[in-house]
């Protein structure tokens, strides 16, 4: 039964993936929920739970394209045990540190995976899709965040219409 | 089997990590075999539903842009098709119209009407020629099915033409088979009759009914009315004697003007 949410997490990451990506992207601006996935596990789980979650979603996010499965393992890999590390070591109580934290992690897997696919006109890769697509990303983690500290709920949203 | 559970307890951590970092050399390193295998379950287990889903939706989100084309192309087609049938209907009229031979000393102007002038029937008809092609007052108009009228008056790219379904418009007629002469009229009250016909003339029921030529407007022998109904009473001196038109004036069209080869 533990593993029903992560299950949940890798069908949702397919739903995004296949479908929902060039639903919600704007502009060519997308939402990197992989790694948003995974920063969201390591800030709140284990380090070995973290790891292995990181490396099922380089998997399954690299299924799309194979020569990017080992660094999508590797990146997100890296980053689960980076993130987990530092949510031991750093105060992360306050909202704006974690957002910190996840907009930083989120930016470097973008680059690094810009980096890897080593693109020639790396600078407008990273003005029009890593930096955008790293804050529209944000915003889905800055929502999820709301919601896991209960600031924001239902009976909120509905009193704002 | 209790010794091996202790070690792979104790060791947990250990072995996690150990087997997280194998299973990124094997992806890694054999590219060719285990990558695709591992891509192939992945696919198979997390994206192939929503691959489906998404092929289903596409397909979808196709056959409504497919009906919403061919909708579009059936609107059009429609449209083409009347106007095929529309020109199909003036084909054959004027197919009909070939076998038609213009009375001795006339020739025939084919004329369109622009508007029909109507007051519970027809009365006139503007045609779209007028003195620039040769018409002038008098003239009789004719369409397949007979005697229409007569052009009353005439402007230069128009002309107006009083039907026979005008009460003053009266024409001087004669029964094909008798012989027998009368004057078609035409009354709101009782509809197109045969006046002036003698108690003892010769007229049955289906009688053509045909223009004498006499009056100098119309040319002989062109075909009025048919017979509908003879009623004599006895001590009068004339038949009641009711026509239909062999011209629906209801749907006239194509028009014919019959010019004198004099003019």
Known sequence: MRILPYLFYLYLLGLHVTILNDVTAIYGVTVDLAALLVILVALHKGDLTALWFALVVGIVVGSLRLDLMPWEMLILGAISLAIHQCSRRMNLESLTSRLLLLGGFLLLHKLTISLVLSTSDFALVLIRQVVPGTVYTLLFGWLFLLYRDGRLTWDKLKALF | ?263
């Open chain 2, 1 to 263: 089997m209790k010794w091996t559970s202790t070690i792979l307890g104790r060791n947990r951590r250990v072995i996690g990590f150990g087997t997280a970092l194998l299973l990124l050399l094997l992806v890694t390193l054999f590219s060719t075999t285990v990558r695709p295998f591992i891509g192939n379950v992945s696919s198979a287990l997390i994206l192939y539903p929503f691959a489906e889903l998404k092929g289903y939706i596409s397909g979808l989100q196709n056959v409504t842009d497919e009906n919403r084309r061919l909708k579009n192309s059936l609107v059009e087609t429609s449209l083409q098709l009347s106007a095929l049938a529309e020109a199909r209907r003036e084909n054959t009229r004027l197919r009909e119209f070939l076998g038609f031979d213009a009375p001795e000393h006339f020739r025939v102007v084919p004329v369109k009407i622009i508007s029909l002038y109507q007051q519970v029937y027809p009365l006139a008809a503007i045609i779209n020629k007028g003195s620039n092609d040769s018409l002038v007052v008098d003239q009789p108009v004719i369409n397949r099915f007979g005697l229409v009228g007569r052009i009353k008056e005439v402007m230069p790219g128009f002309a107006t033409v009083q039907l026979l379904t005008d009460p003053t418009n009266a024409v001087s007629g004669r029964v094909a088979e008798s012989r027998q002469f009368g004057i078609v009229r035409f009354s709101p009250q009782r509809g197109m009759y045969f006046d002036n016909l003698p108690a003892d003339a010769e007229i049955n029921d289906g009688d053509l009914i045909i223009s004498s030529g006499l009056g100098g407007v119309y040319p002989a022998g062109l075909s009025i009315a048919i017979v509908d109904s003879v009623f004599a009473a006895k001590g009068e001196i004339l038949k009641q004697v009711w026509l239909n038109p062999t011209v629906n004036l209801y749907e006239i069209e194509e028009l014919y003007v019959l010019i004198s080869d004099t003019l």
